[in-house]
């Protein structure tokens, strides 16, 4: 950090026409501060004392005379501050002064001659000339041209600035971040890679300036001019980076309106010229006072830009321009008392690093790469983010073997890799809390069996016992419902064989002889009623597995018995009727949907015909000058009517559309309703059935002197024959007996013998399982039971 006040010079213009002598003087002793003394000269008036000061005297750092050359200028003024933004710290120089006394000329130079070039191009080529010797870092240089013109800002270097006026260009706006950092909208930088695009920015920038003839300067520049070289520089493979900012700063001159007697569009120049230096003195002031706590940056937009210039971060220098003519020894006085002023400011420059993130994830990455490679080079192996199923399965034997390994030297050695070391340690933890409870229900299963172990033998023989009886239970309900399906078969075989020869009676024999096809296709007309319940019968068992999703908690005879409950039952008629309705309308309504959009395209057709009528109508008119009618004509009239016509069959179908939807609505929650009424009479029918096979079983009584297993070993042995019968069955449903002809409805009398010698097993009032294996058993033992009875 630098701590020093704002450095100030004086430079002296030279005269128009010889001066009188005597006016200044310059003190220049090498052991003092050089001194500026400006003698006014005393004039006597009639009649009237003159008592003001004849004497100034002002200290400057140097004061530059008549005769000092820009060279000597920007040696002792530029050149210190461009060395420190080439080491990283911010730098200001400002020219100020009052108008026609050489501020433009001192920062930017005289056109004329190359010996005129003020601070700004001299200052680029000793930048770009040092930045050429120092090779041991990479700079970047970037060059913007701001214009306060009015107490508004302008970019010069705007490519548009040369074809547009300035108030049609972009303004600069000022923007202020949490931290107090001045950002500048809309203004660009430009990249200057060497001295020559540097210089080309800036006579573009200068091209574009405000430059008007004034009374006391024939070009006087009408606006302030903030000229900055933002320079940014850093060793290859560090990451950190040097900023750095120049401002040098041309200032509008001062003038006083009394005396110059300009109007018009230069008065109201004036006005914003002196209003923004006012401002200016304002900061200074601020600045100077010890005890001041607010400093009003933001009074103009010249103050802010320069808020770190004026008592922040920055080494800034100014540059007091002075016409020492009799005519100007006031203005001049004034400009060395705002120069003492600014002497009164410190400013702390900080040199401006940071470190770039960019080039510090870059380094770590690289970092951590190389890491990896060294540990990948230790160990032998690559590693992953995260273990593989085969690293995952050593570590488990490794840790099993080291578990079950009786020798207390024994180790575990996983390696230095901590992701295996930590999936060691959590695979123990997990085995430890496993053990621990499986010792709680161990400790507790042995007392609870020391205490009851002869009552859960008999337990165990009860359950069995139960499980047995449960499972006859549900043979006995599905061979009587098997009975039942027969019965009702042979019913329908015999009121169809009676329907076919009342038929055969009924027809007269010119049909019989004349057309014989005829009769032939009237008699098959009569074949599907009479085979449609043979053909329910056969898709009875392929509605097993439709509703898997509602019976999930069936076991399978009991989902084959709710099939047969179902036909049977007096809504499934309803049910079906649903359905066929349902789709119906869903049909209908498909068709709906595509009239109406048939018709909306068609009313969208009529009224674009319709439109281009209107169209050729006025055409017409156009070309042959004739008014348009105001009555349309019978096309036209044709057109709406169809439009109307359309509209109104549009209206119908979709009120009709309307209509359908509530129905198809009312009809989908009644088939649920019914669906859900039927599921709970199934469960009550299933319930009942079972409660009355297990009141009339027979042989209830007789194992209660005897042992359960010794009670049933024959019936055991007998379904096991019955089972071998009919080990090749690979579905397990039940499927219907079929259709008998005349010849088995004589046998189908004496299968009842055998029916009824097959053996029952004791039943219990334990509710059923629903056990799966179970349930296939029954269903294979039913089937070797239909096969037997049907060679019988």
């Known amino acids: 950090m630098v701590k020093q006040t704002i ?33 006014l000269p005393r004039d006597l008036a009639d009649g009237f004392v003159n008592n003001k000061r004849e004497s100034y005297k002002f200290k400057f750092q140097r004061i530059f005379d008549q005769d000092a050359n820009q060279e000597t200028v920007f040696e002792n003024i530029a050149k210190p501050v461009a060395g420190s ?65 009015n107490e508004c800002g302008y970019d010069l270097l705007d490519p548009r600035h040369e074809a547009s006026s300035l108030e049609d260009l972009p303004k600069v706006t000022i923007l202020e971040d949490p931290d107090q950092n001045i950002h500048l909208k809309n203004l660009t930088l430009h990249q200057a890679t060497t ?175 190389e890491l990896k490679d060294e540990l990948a080079m230790v ?107 027969k019965k009702k078969a042979q019913e329908a075989l015999h009121l169809a064989g009676m329907d076919r020869r009342e038929f055969r009676q009924s027809q007269s024999p010119p049909f019989r002889l004349g057309n014989p096809e005829e009769g032939q296709r009237m008699r098959l007309s009569s074949a599907p009623s009479q085979a449609q319940d043979f053909s329910i019968l056969g898709k009875r068992s392929s509605l097993l597995h439709k509703k898997i999703g509602m019976r999930e908690e069936m076991s399978l005879g009991c989902q084959e018995a709710f099939e047969i409950f179902k036909r049977d039952h007096a809504d499934s008629v309803t049910i079906d009727d649903n359905k066929q309705i349902l789709k119906q309308r869903f049909s209908e309504a498909k068709a709906l949907g595509e009239s109406i959009n048939e018709a909306r395209s068609k009313i969208g057709h009529l009224k674009e015909e319709i439109t281009q009528r209107h169209i050729q109508q006025v055409a017409l008119g156009i070309s042959e000058n004739m008014a348009v009618p105001l009555m ?75 042992k359960p297993f010794l009670q049933t070993s024959d019936s055991q042995h007998e379904r096991s024959q019955l089972l071998s019968n009919k080990s090749d069955v690979n579905a397990r449903k039940i499927l219907p007996s079929p259709c008998p002809s005349p010849h088995s409805q004589k046998q189908s009398s004496t299968s009842t013998p055998l029916e009824d010698s097959i053996p029952k097993r004791p039943v219990s009032s334990i509710p059923l399982t629903g056990d799966s294996q179970t349930d296939s058993d029954i269903i294979a033992f039913i089937k070797a039971r239909q096969s037997i009875l049907q060679k019988q």
């Not at 103009?300 to 004026?310: E, K, Y």
């Open 7 to 39: 450095q100030i010079f004086a430079r002296v213009k030279p005269p128009v026409r010889k001066h009188q002598q005597g006016i200044y003087s310059i003190d220049e002793d090498e052991k003092l501060i050089p001194s500026l003394e400006i003698i």
């Open 85 to 149: 933004v080439l080491a990283g710290y911010n730098g200001t120089i400002f020219a100020y002064g009052q108008t026609g006394s050489g501020k433009t000329f001192t920062i930017t130079g005289g056109a004329e001659r190359y010996s005129d070039r003020g601070i700004i191009p001299r200052t680029l080529s000793y930048i770009f000339e040092q930045l050429q010797k120092d090779s041991s870092k990479i700079y970047t240089t970037h060059i913007s041209y701001l214009e306060i013109y």
């Open 195 to 369: 001295e020559e695009e540097a210089l080309n920015l800036l006579f573009l920038g200068d091209t574009n300036r405000m430059i008007a003839e004034t009374p006391m300067n024939q070009a006087s520049t009408r606006s302030h001019c903030i000229f900055t070289i933002h320079l940014s520089s850093k060793e290859p493979g560090s990451a950190t980076v040097r900023h750095a900012k120049l401002h040098l700063v041309d200032l509008a001159g001062s003038e006083r309106v009394a005396k110059t007697g300009v109007g018009g569009h230069l008065l109201t120049e004036a006005k914003y010229i002196n209003l923004s230096l006012h401002y200016l003195e304002q900061v200074i002031i601020a600045l100077s006072e010890k005890h001041r706590s607010h400093i009003p940056y933001r009074n103009s937009m010249m103050t802010s830009v320069l808020r770190d210039s004026l008592g922040g971060n920055c080494m800034t220098t100014m540059i007091a321009t002075l016409s020492l003519e009799k005519r100007n020894l006031d203005e001049s006085i004034s400009t060395c008392r705002f120069a003492q002023r600014v002497a009164l400011i410190k400013n702390e420059a900080v040199l401006n690093e940071e470190i770039n993130p960019r080039l510090v994830i870059k380094r770590l990455q690289k970092e951590i790469q």
């Open 379 to 485: 160990t032998g192996e690559q590693r992953t983010e995260a273990l593989t199923e085969a690293e995952l399965l050593q570590l488990e034997k490794l840790i099993t073997s080291f578990l079950e390994d009786q020798d207390s030297d024994s180790r575990l050695e996983v390696g230095a890799d901590m992701r295996k070391v930590h999936h060691c340690f959590h695979h123990l933890k997990k085995l430890l809390n496993d053990k621990k409870i499986l010792e709680n229900n161990t400790v507790s299963s042995e007392s609870k069996d020391q205490d009851c172990q002869e009552p859960l033998k008999e337990e165990e023989y009860r359950k069995l016992r139960d499980i047995l009886k449960q499972r006859d239970n549900e043979i006995n309900i599905l061979v009587n419902m098997l009975k039942k399906e």
């Open 632 to 706: 349309p004509d019978q096309q036209e009239e044709k057109l709406r009517s169809q439009l109307e016509e359309e509209k109104r069959r549009y209206k119908t179908m979709f009120t009709r559309l309307k209509a359908l939807k509530v129905e198809i609505e009312h009809l989908q929650l009644l088939m649920d309703k019914a669906k859900v009424k039927l599921q709970k009479e199934f469960e009550v029918w299933w319930a009942e059935e079972a409660t009355n096979l297990q009141v009339n079983s027979p042989a209830v009584n007789s194992l209660d002197h005897t």
